[in-house]
């Protein structure tokens, strides 16, 4: 199901304009060696333009036409091959060193069997050696109070935003409220949240093997205290020509 219509579509850019970009596409640039990218969940180009400014092709499946309206309505859209389909199932052309999901858009398969089933079609579309990152969230679970459920993740005037747990199912869903110029936008999306380990035993299922977990683009530790994860895994096979 597509959740990012025409209103999350409108409003995308400026939601994340704050967001990282640079050291994004530096940690990309770098795995990738020159070699062409898979963006899964491309969206309206946020990384994959400038990672394609910087050298690297990029080809992006994303399930949105909305999404993928906003993008091709930017610069250099017109380098950027796109296929629309379920990034968990759906088929680009061409073998890729890199392939990535950021802003954890992996939670966004609401079925642990999605998720496998998208590590697996990630392997397909691999170089032997390429690697497959993930910037995704740590489950909060510690941080709800007890017998309780629900977290807020932003609360500032105008922007409400709160995470609601089904603990036995392993699933979130995300409700967002938005006040501009007088006017509410409200939007809930469900996502499946992942842990570390589980990630890995995908990978490892899909044929391949953690490379890296850093906390952050800029390559900080992984620790306990962390909130999120960046994880690289590497298809078995000869390390690609130029790779990290």
Same mark, same amino acid.
């Given at each position: 199901?597509?959740?990012?219509?025409?209103?999350?579509?409108?409003?995308? +850019?400026?939601?994340?304009?704050?967001?990282?970009?640079?050291?994004?596409?530096?940690?990309?640039?770098?795995?990738?060696?020159?070699?062409?990218?898979?963006?899964?969940?491309?969206?309206? @180009?946020?990384?994959? $333009?400038?990672?394609? +400014?910087?050298?690297?092709?990029?080809?992006?499946?994303?399930?949105?036409?909305?999404?993928?309206?906003?993008? &091709?309505?930017?610069?250099?859209?017109?380098?950027?091959?796109?296929?629309?389909?379920?990034?968990?199932?759906?088929?680009?052309?061409?073998?890729?060193? $890199?392939?990535? $999901?950021?802003?954890?858009?992996?939670?966004?398969?609401?079925?642990? /069997?999605?998720?496998?089933?998208?590590?697996?079609?990630?392997? +397909?579309?691999? #170089?032997?050696?390429?690697?497959?990152?993930?910037?995704? #969230?740590?489950?909060?679970?510690?941080? $709800?109070?007890?017998?309780?459920?629900? &977290?807020?993740?932003?609360?500032?005037?105008?922007?409400?935003?709160?995470?609601?747990?089904?603990?036995?199912?392993? @699933?979130?869903?995300?409700?967002?409220?938005?006040?501009? +110029?007088?006017?509410?936008?409200?939007?809930?999306?469900?996502?499946?949240?992942?842990?570390?380990? #589980?990630? /890995?035993?995908?990978?490892?299922?899909?044929?391949?093997?953690?490379?890296? &977990?850093?906390?952050?683009?800029? &390559?900080?530790?992984?620790?306990?205290?962390? #909130?999120?994860?960046?994880?690289?895994?590497?298809?078995?096979?000869?390390?690609?020509?130029?790779?990290?």
């Amino acid at each position: 199901m597509n959740h990012f219509g025409a209103e999350v579509a409108k409003a995308y +850019d400026s939601d994340c304009a704050d967001m990282p970009v640079e050291t994004v596409v530096s940690f990309l640039k770098g795995l990738a060696g020159g070699g062409p990218a898979l963006e899964l969940g491309i969206g309206t @180009g946020r990384i994959a $333009l400038p990672l394609s +400014d910087a050298g690297v092709p990029v080809h992006g499946i994303d399930l949105s036409p909305e999404m993928l309206e906003h993008l &091709r309505a930017k610069p250099g859209a017109d380098r950027i091959g796109v296929t629309i389909g379920d990034f968990a199932t759906a088929t680009a052309p061409g073998r890729f060193r $890199l392939a990535y $999901l950021v802003f954890n858009t992996i939670m966004n398969l609401t079925a642990q /069997d999605d998720q496998v089933a998208c590590f697996a079609n990630v392997a +397909d579309h691999l #170089e032997p050696g390429g690697f497959f990152v993930i910037e995704v #969230e740590v489950p909060q679970l510690q941080r $709800l109070p007890p017998g309780e459920t629900v &977290r807020p993740f932003t609360v500032q005037p105008g922007r409400l935003g709160f995470d609601e747990y089904d603990i036995a199912n392993q @699933g979130m869903i995300s409700h967002h409220y938005v006040i501009t +110029d007088g006017v509410a936008r409200t939007m809930s999306m469900p996502f499946r949240y992942v842990w570390p380990g #589980e990630l /890995d035993l995908m990978a490892k299922m899909a044929g391949m093997r953690l490379h890296e &977990r850093v906390t952050d683009w800029e &390559r900080n530790p992984f620790t306990s205290d962390s #909130e999120k994860h960046v994880s690289v895994w590497r298809k078995e096979g000869p390390k690609p020509v130029g790779g990290a």
